[in-house]
């Protein structure tokens, strides 16, 4: 059995400049999933704190580990430590849970603007959450939209900074307005939204993939 990929999520507020030089002294056989600016980050949750941000796939969390520990990081530093998080790629063959739209399960399309979105955050009622996935699962479908990464539970390692949440997922859609569309549909907004907005706090945000 092979062993799951994992991604690493790297934030940073370093200014511009370094993030770029960064970005630039990466091996060229590294697989870069995304790579935004401060400025290239559309924060969709209010409060959510936007930041430079990378997100690399590796082999393996080992992989991963050794990699980030052999980065110059210096560039990161200031004025704050980066947030760094290493989480399992969705296996695959998906999940055993057919509802969860991954992508294996979602209808194939040509997404040749697709955009990721980074979900994070903590709820109090897993009841009122359980009913909060169940109306946002299908429209995910319908836009062909599904989970890269999903981890419920804390199965995610902090590599640097600070960060203690219970959910961290990303989704991968085919198109900035596809996710858009889903973020302010009449059922997200009216239905969805206020099932959680008083159980707990979350971040949400999107950024370019790459086209791959």
Request: proline letters at 7%; charged letters at 25%.
């Amino acid at each position: 059995m092979s062993e799951q990929a994992a991604w690493l999520v790297i934030r940073s507020l370093a200014p511009d400049a370094r993030f770029r030089a960064f970005v630039e002294a990466l091996p060229n056989d590294m697989v870069k999933i995304a790579s935004a600016r401060l400025f290239e980050v559309e924060c969709f949750e209010p409060g959510t704190q936007p930041a430079h941000t990378l997100i690399l796939e590796f082999a393996s969390r080992d992989a991963a580990r050794s990699a980030w520990h052999a980065f110059d990081t210096a560039l990161l530093t200031q004025p704050a430590p980066p947030l760094v998080l290493l989480a399992g790629k969705v296996p695959a063959s998906g999940f055993d849970d057919p509802a969860i739209p991954t992508q294996a399960n979602a209808a194939s399309v040509t997404d040749t603007d697709p955009v990721l979105m980074l979900i994070e955050g903590s709820a109090t009622d897993q009841d009122r959450m359980d009913v909060y996935r169940g109306i946002i699962l299908p429209q995910m479908f319908e836009r062909s939209a599904y989970y890269s990464v999903f981890e419920l539970g804390g199965d995610v390692e902090v590599l640097s900074g600070d960060w203690d949440e219970a959910i961290f997922a990303i989704s991968r859609w085919p198109s900035r307005s596809a996710a858009r569309d889903f973020w302010h549909s009449d059922r997200y907004q009216d239905d969805a939204i206020p099932l959680r907005i008083d159980i707990g706090r979350f971040e949400v945000s999107i950024i370019d993939a790459s086209s791959g």
